[in-house]
Nanobody
Framework: QVQLVESGGGLVQAGGSLRLSCAASGRTFSNAAMGWFRQAPGKEREFVATISWSGVSTYYTDSVKGRFTISRDKVKNTMYLQMNRLKPEDTAVYYC??????????????????WGQGTQVTVSS
């Protein structure tokens, strides 16, 4: 059974940091693009960051550029999202995903075919 499991979410004050992890099991995604998405209450799920199969290419939504860093460890089959200088508007459920048919970084949700269950990130003001 293929699974993506997020961890590292929690409650943090504005200006603080969190590091999310996404551990894959059941198969390797070493040749696949991976990404982070988030869904705030009452809003649609949106793209946050993506990383190519090699880890060389990364892309971010404008609102997190300079604050968030996506990375991956192929040996551990794990992806990370380092979130710094968090803001209350970053509050959301964060999902990791894998696009098994794509090697290059992808911001389009429909290209992702494996999803985690989500982890809550709450930033207090």
């Amino acid at each position: 059974q293929v699974q993506l499991v997020e961890s590292g979410g929690g409650l943090v004050q504005a200006g603080g940091s969190l590091r999310l992890s996404c551990a894959a099991s059941g198969r390797t995604f070493s040749n696949a693009a991976m990404g982070w998405f988030r869904q705030a209450p009452g809003k649609e799920r949106e793209f946050v960051a993506t990383i190519s199969w090699s880890g060389v290419s990364t892309y971010y939504t404008d609102s997190v550029k300079g604050r968030f860093t996506i990375s991956r460890d192929k040996v551990k089959n794990t992806m990370y999202l380092q979130m710094n200088r968090l803001k209350p508007e970053d509050t959301a459920v964060y999902y990791c995903a894998a696009a098994s048919e794509w090697a290059s970084a992808q911001s389009t949700q429909r290209r992702y075919d494996y999803w985690g269950q989500g982890t809550q990130v709450t930033v207090s003001s």
